[in-house]
C-alpha cells in the first residue's frame, strides 16, 4: 500500500491522498516519497508542496524519523537541490514534534532551514510555507531553565498577528513585563543575539521576533534604541544578497514601525540604510512613509533626513579616529583610497602588522572599520542616486554635508560639481580645498552667501565640456568612486516617440539569468525570481529614482534551457511609472525627466551588455543552435550607449599605453596589429575576428594578462576585457596558451 500511494504523490496526485490511510500508513509513504526525491531529485519536481497538502494530517512521527530525514537531506546538500522537493518532509516531521523531542537537534535543522533559505531554486510561496510549518522553536529562545512566566511571555510574543499592536495587546504586554523582573532582560538578551549583523534570523524565527521588537519598544532609553537600529539590518536581511524577499517580514516591518516613534539619530540613521539596501516592495514604502515622518516632525525637507542620518562614527574631518593604548602606543582607524583601516602606531611611526597582544585592546576599532565600510558603500550608493534627481543645496549646506563629512566626503570629493549665485549662470569644478575654505577647481574666488550647488551630469552638459571633463579625468588619472564623467546617457529616441508608453530599446536579447537577476540586485531593482513555477515565467524588475519619484519596471521572461545549469532569459519593454500616492501611474515616455530616463535605460543597457550570451567568448563552443543566430547579430551588431562610451574613453586611454601605436578605433572595433596578424574587437560584447578572413577568435577573459590596467572607473568589466584582450594580442607571438594558439595557426593555413 505504501509503495504504491508513494508513487503515485510521486507523479501529481495530490498528497491529500493519504487522509484516508492510517498513520502509520502515511509514515511509511512519506518515508518512501523522501528518500526517492532526495535519491533522484530533479526540476520537475518543482513546487512539489502543491501538490502535497498534508501538513494538517496527523502522523505517527518519532525523533528518530526527523533525524533520519534531516541527516539524508544534509548528507545529499541542500543547497544544491534541484527543488523543493526533499525539504518538505522533514518540515512535516519538524512541525509535528513536540519541543521537547526537537532538543538536541537545533544544530541540524538551522543547516537545513539556512539551506532553503538559500537555495534559489525554491518557489518563494513554497519557501515560506515550509519554515512556517516548522514553526518557533521556544525553547531555543527562552532556554531550558526559563521560568514559566518567561515562557508565557515569549508565547504571547509569538501570537502577535499585526504589524502594529493594539492598546490592549500593547497593555498586557505591559503587565506581563512587569510581573516578571526577568521578562525585559530576557527579550533584550533575545534580541541581542540579533544585533550582529554576522547573526542570522530565519523564517521560523519571524512571529516570535516580531513580538519581541515590540516588547523591546516599552523600554525607553538610548541602550534599547540602539539594540533596535541594530537589529533592523538583520531582521531585514534578504533571502539572497539584495533580493526583494526578506527571511523575516513580519519582524521587519515591526521594527520600522517602532523605529518611526524613537528619539535620536540611531533611528534616523537605520531607516536611512534600509532606504537604499531594501528591495522588498512592501517593506520599502513603510521605510520611506517613516522617514518622511520623522523629517516633518523634525522640520526636515524631503531628501535631507538621509543627508542628516549619515554616521560620522567619531571620525576627524580626515577620517581618522585614535585608540591610545599608552606607552607610546595606539591603534587608528584611517579611511583612505575609499576604505577603512586599522594601523597601528608606535611612538608616532606607523607598524607593519597590529601587535597580536593589542588585538583585544583594539576590538573596539576593529568593529568600527567593519561598520565604516558599510556606511561608505551605503553612502555611495546614495550618492549615486542623486544623479537621477534635479537637487539642489546652499553653498554652506553642501559643504557642511558632502565635502567635511568623514563619509559623505570620500565619494563627494571626487565627483564634478556646479555652482551658482544665482541659477542662471553654472561653473563646473572638482572640489578644492583652501586655506580660507571650499571651492570649486575652475572657480576664480571662493563662493558667498545665496550661491547654489548641484550635482553635474553629462545629460544636462554640452559636448565641449563633456569632452573637457573627460580629458581633464584621464589627464589627471583621477579615479572616480562612481562613474560621472564618463557616465553613458541615454535621450528619447524617435522610435520610442512612437511607440509613446514603452521602450523596446534593449528587448529581444537573451541573457544569462542567474548573473541577470545579481546583477540588478547589485543596481537596486526588486524582481521576483524567474522558474518554472506559477508566477515564474514573467519577471518585472522595478527600481525607484528621481528620489522616490519616478519607477522604472523593465519586463524580462523566463526562457526554458536544454539543461539546469544554463538558465536564460529574454529581455522585453521598459516602461515608467509617476508616483501616486501608494501607488504609481503609467506614464509617456516624453513626460519622464531625462535623467531619470537615462539613469534607468543606463542599468538596462549594463545588464544586456554584462550579461547577454553574446558577451560570452565561449558560448559558441557549448551554446545551444536556437539562440546562434542572436548571438551572431548581437556579438557583433550596432553600439549602444556603453559601447560608445568605451570607444571614448579607449580614444584617450590608448595613446597613454604601450600597445598605443598597434591600435586603432574602427566603427565598432578597436584594431589591433600583431606581430602574427591583426584583430578586431569588438566594442560592446568584446568578441574578438581575426583578419582578413573574420573568423571568430575565442579568448575566456580569465586567460588574459593579470596586469592591472587604471582605468577612471571600475564599473565597465568589458572595458577591462577588451583592454586584456588587446594588450595579449599586440603580443601574439608570446601567446602560450595552446587553445589561443591552436586557433592563431587554423587562421593562418
Known amino acids: 500500500m505504501s509503495d504504491l500511494l508513494a508513487d503515485e504523490i510521486l507523479h501529481g ?10 498513520p502509520e500508513v502515511r509514515r511509511a509513504t512519506l518515508r518512501l516519497i523522501h528518500e526517492h526525491v532526495v535519491a533522484h531529485d530533479s526540476p520537475r519536481f518543482a513546487g512539489y508542496g502543491r501538490h502535497f497538502a498534508i501538513d494538517h494530517l496527523r502522523t505517527a512521527w518519532t525523533r528518530a524519523d526527523l533525524e533520519w530525514a534531516l541527516d539524508l537531506l544534509l548528507a545529499a546538500g541542500p543547497r544544491e537541490t534541484l527543488s523543493d522537493a526533499p525539504f518538505w518532509v522533514p518540515a512535516l516531521i519538524a512541525g509535528a514534534l513536540d519541543q521537547a523531542e526537537l532538543e538536541g537537534l537545533e544544530g541540524r535543522l538551522d543547516a537545513v532551514f539556512g539551506a532553503l533559505r538559500d537555495n534559489p531554486r525554491v518557489p518563494p510561496d513554497d519557501r515560506r510555507r515550509l519554515t512556517w510549518i516548522v514553526g518557533a522553536p521556544l525553547r531555543r529562545f527562552a532556554g ?184 607610546g602606543a595606539a591603534g587608528m582607524v584611517e579611511v583612505a583610497g575609499g576604505k577603512a583601516r586599522l594601523r597601528a602606531y608606535r611612538d608616532g611611526v606607523v607598524l607593519r602588522t597590529v601587535p597580536p597582544a593589542w588585538k583585544d585592546a583594539l576590538a573596539e576599532a576593529r568593529a568600527t572599520v567593519t561598520e565604516i565600510n558599510k556606511s561608505l558603500a551605503v553612502e555611495r550608493l546614495r550618492v549615486e542616486g542623486l544623479f537621477s534627481q534635479d537637487r539642489f543645496w546652499e553653498w554652506a549646506t553642501w559643504v557642511r554635508r558632502y565635502l567635511e563629512h568623514p563619509i559623505t566626503g570620500v565619494t563627494a570629493r571626487s565627483l564634478i560639481w556646479q555652482a ?38 553629462p545629460a544636462t552638459a554640452g559636448t565641449a565640456e563633456v569632452a573637457r571633463w573627460r580629458g581633464r579625468v584621464i589627464t589627471a588619472n583621477l579615479r572616480q ?121 543606463r542599468d538596462v543597457d549594463l545588464f544586456v551588455g554584462v550579461t547577454s550570451i553574446a558577451a560570452d567568448d565561449a558560448w559558441q563552443d557549448r551554446g545551444e543552435d536556437r539562440f546562434h543566430d542572436y548571438w551572431a547579430s548581437a556579438s557583433f551588431g550596432e553600439l549602444t550607449g556603453r559601447g560608445e562610451m568605451r570607444r571614448d ?42 583578419e582578413p578572413d573574420d573568423a571568430y577568435l575565442c579568448i575566456v577573459a580569465d586567460r588574459g594578462p593579470a596586469k592591472k590596467l587604471s582605468l577612471p572607473f571600475d564599473d565597465d568589466p568589458v572595458l577591462s576585457v577588451i583592454l586584456s584582450k588587446a594588450v595579449m594580442l599586440a603580443a601574439d607571438d608570446r601567446i602560450t596558451d595552446p587553445t589561443i594558439t591552436r586557433q592563431l595557426r587554423r587562421s593562418r593555413l
Open 481 to 601: 568612486p562612481v562613474k560621472q564623467a564618463f557616465r553613458e546617457v541615454y535621450p528619447l529616441t524617435p522610435a520610442e516617440e512612437e511607440t509613446r508608453i514603452y521602450s523596446n530599446r534593449f528587448a529581444a536579447h537573451i541573457l544569462y539569468y542567474r548573473q541577470t537577476a545579481a546583477l540588478m540586485r547589485e543596481r537596486g531593482w526588486a524582481s521576483n525570481y524567474l522558474g518554472p513555477w506559477d508566477g515564474g515565467y514573467c519577471g518585472e524588475a522595478k527600481k525607484e529614482l528621481g528620489g522616490g519619484e519616478w519607477q522604472a519596471v523593465f519586463l524580462h521572461d523566463w526562457v526554458e534551457s536544454s539543461t539546469w545549469e544554463q538558465v536564460y532569459c529574454a529581455t522585453d519593454q521598459v516602461r515608467f511609472g509617476r508616483r501616486d500616492g501608494r501607488a504609481w501611474a503609467p506614464v509617456e515616455l516624453s513626460e519622464v525627466p531625462p535623467l531619470v530616463f537615462s539613469e534607468a535605460m
Open 144 to 327: 531550558p531553565d526559563a521560568p514559566a512566566e518567561i515562557h508565557d511571555l515569549f508565547r504571547y510574543a509569538s501570537g502577535l498577528s499585526k504589524p502594529v499592536p493594539s492598546r490592549s495587546w500593547l497593555r498586557v504586554a505591559d503587565e506581563k513585563l512587569a510581573a516578571s523582573p526577568r521578562a525585559r532582560d530576557a527579550v533584550t538578551k533575545v534580541l541581542d543575539a540579533h544585533r550582529n549583523p554576522a547573526s542570522s534570523a530565519y523564517d521560523y524565527d519571524d512571529s516570535l521576533l516580531r513580538g519581541l521588537i515590540w516588547l523591546q519598544s516599552r523600554t525607553a532609553g538610548d541602550e534599547s534604541t540602539a539594540l533596535l537600529a541594530d537589529v533592523a539590518s538583520v531582521v531585514a536581511t534578504p533571502v539572497r544578497r539584495g533580493g526583494a524577499e526578506m527571511v523575516t517580514p513580519m519582524a521587519a516591518t515591526a521594527i520600522v514601525e517602532v523605529l518611526a516613534t524613537r528619539p535620536g539619530d540611531a533611528p534616523v540613521r537605520a531607516l536611512a540604510r534600509l532606504s537604499l539596501t531594501v528591495r522588498s516592495r512592501l517593506l520599502l514604502p513603510r521605510v520611506r512613509a517613516a522617514l518622511d515622518r520623522i523629517g516633518r516632525e523634525r522640520g526636515w525637507a524631503p531628501g535631507e533626513a538621509l543627508e542628516l542620518a549619515v554616521d560620522d562614527h567619531e571620525l576627524d574631518r580626515d577620517g581618522r579616529r585614535t585608540w591610545p593604548l599608552g606607552d
Open 649 to 690: 574613453a579607449l580614444e584617450r586611454l590608448l595613446p597613454r599605453l604601450a600597445i598605443g601605436p598597434r591600435c586603432e578605433l574602427r566603427d565598432r572595433f578597436l584594431r589591433v596589429a600583431g606581430t602574427l596578424g591583426a584583430y578586431r574587437i569588438h566594442l560592446g560584447s568584446g568578441n574578438i575576428l581575426m
Open 13 to 22: 496526485r495530490s498528497g491529500a491522498a493519504l487522509g484516508a490511510q492510517t
Open 420 to 457: 551658482s549665485p544665482d541659477g542662471a549662470s553654472w561653473t563646473s569644478g572638482i572640489p578644492e580645498r583652501t586655506t580660507d575654505g571650499w571651492t570649486l577647481s575652475d572657480m576664480d574666488a571662493l563662493p558667498g552667501a545665496g550661491w547654489r550647488v548641484r550635482l553635474w551630469h
